[in-house]
């Protein structure tokens, strides 16, 4: 008996079908990625070793300017201490792998004062800045008050080599390499009065000055921070994308604020106000176009919800944006000039600006 098997369709439509299938389904896989190019491998790692060759030299460049516009005022220095191993360590059976940090720094002593120094560590800012020629009349200005200055190129700063600048540690080592300077500077001065030492920062080094007094309260006897990086969860919602891969790469935090949110809230001043002990000044400005004054706000609401007694300013719309105190306009001189006083009222330079 023969038996004859019906199809609801005809075979060539089946066939069509598959097809279709198969199409719509590789289409739908992601484009397995060609192997990379070697020539073009080459030439990035090029690029980039000739980029960090060229911070090397204009920071050797900057550093004569820097030295020459101060000779006259202060004995200027440039030293290297440790500070702590590196927070990411890739190899940690490598040979050397948790050694310290090797980290520069520039000291100015002056030279028309005599007798006991106070001291002022001077924190530069940036994400990888660097210190340089563009705070040379803040060091003017503070040398001829008669403060000793120490200013740490903290780890991941620009200049010193990819190595270096990969070990950036934003909110964490690198608050100890500064501390770590002016621990340097009091055992290697005697002429320092350990008693009388401040901090004072802008940006990111403002940051830096409040991590430096939240960790060390009893080391410093004042502190100024000017638009401080203040909240960095708030920072990576209002920054962009390529801000925010700074932070999540590997060799740094290595997760995104959505992925370890916790760990960027113990990073942020703003989130840790209780620790303050120490006396402090607060400058933001409400047109800053890099740290956001909502995020010194918060610092502002925490600090008075904690109870802390400290001292701030909001200026509003002061030209010159986050730089607003840093030029070289009579707003800017007339804003230090409330930093200056501010500090001499502790530490008592021998002489005060007026």
């Known amino acids: 008996m023969t038996m004859h098997i019906q199809f609801p ?8 079908a598959v097809s279709i299938l198969a199409i719509i389904t590789f289409a739908q896989q992601p484009e397995a990625r060609p192997p990379e190019d070697p020539t073009q491998q080459r030439i990035r790692a090029l ?14 460049i900057d550093e004569l300017m820097m030295f020459d516009q101060l000779a006259e005022l202060a004995t200027v220095d440039k030293v290297r201490y440790t500070g702590p191993p590196p927070a990411v360590i890739p190899n940690k059976t490598a040979q050397g792998a948790g050694n310290p940090v090797i ?27 660097d210190f340089n020629s563009s705070n040379v ?15 740490t190129d903290y780890r991941g700063s620009t200049g010193y080599g990819r190595e270096y600048w990969r070990q950036i540690d934003y909110g964490g080592m690198e608050n100890e390499d500064v501390f770590a300077g002016k621990q340097w500077m009091i055992e290697n001065h005697p002429e320092i009065d ?12 403002g940051m830096i000055t409040l991590w430096n007094v939240y960790q060390h309260p009893q080391d410093y006897k004042v502190a100024y921070a000017g638009v401080p990086v203040s909240d960095l969860v708030a920072r990576m919602g209002y920054k962009g994308q390529g801000y925010r891969d700074l932070y999540s790469a590997p060799y740094h935090l290595g997760k995104t604020a959505e992925e370890n949110v916790n760990e960027y809230r113990r990073r942020s001043p703003a989130w840790n106000a209780e620790k303050l002990q120490t006396p402090l000044l607060i400058h933001t400005n409400t047109n800053d176009e890099d740290v956001n004054v909502l995020e010194v706000e918060h610092l502002i609401t925490a600090l008075k919800a904690a109870g802390k007694k400290f001292d701030y300013k909001i200026y509003q719309n002061a030209p010159g944006g986050h730089a607003f105190n840093r030029l070289d306009t009579r707003l800017a001189k007339d804003s230090r000039a409330e930093i200056w006083r501010f500090l001499a009222s502790y530490l008592k330079p021998a002489n005060p600006v007026k």
């Open 9 to 16: 369709f005809r075979v060539p439509s089946l066939l069509f």
């Open 47 to 60: 690029e980039e070793q000739l980029r960090f060759m060229d911070q090397r030299l204009g920071k050797q």
């Open 103 to 129: 980290v520069t720094a520039y000291t100015f002593i002056p030279k028309k004062v005599s007798g006991k120094l106070p001291l002022i560590v001077l924190v530069h800012g940036g994400v990888h800045g």
């Open 137 to 151: 009349h803040v060091v003017r200005e503070l040398v001829e008050q008669g403060y000793a200055v120490i200013a």
């Open 194 to 205: 350990p008693e009388r030492v401040g901090i004072i920062g802008w940006s990111h080094g």
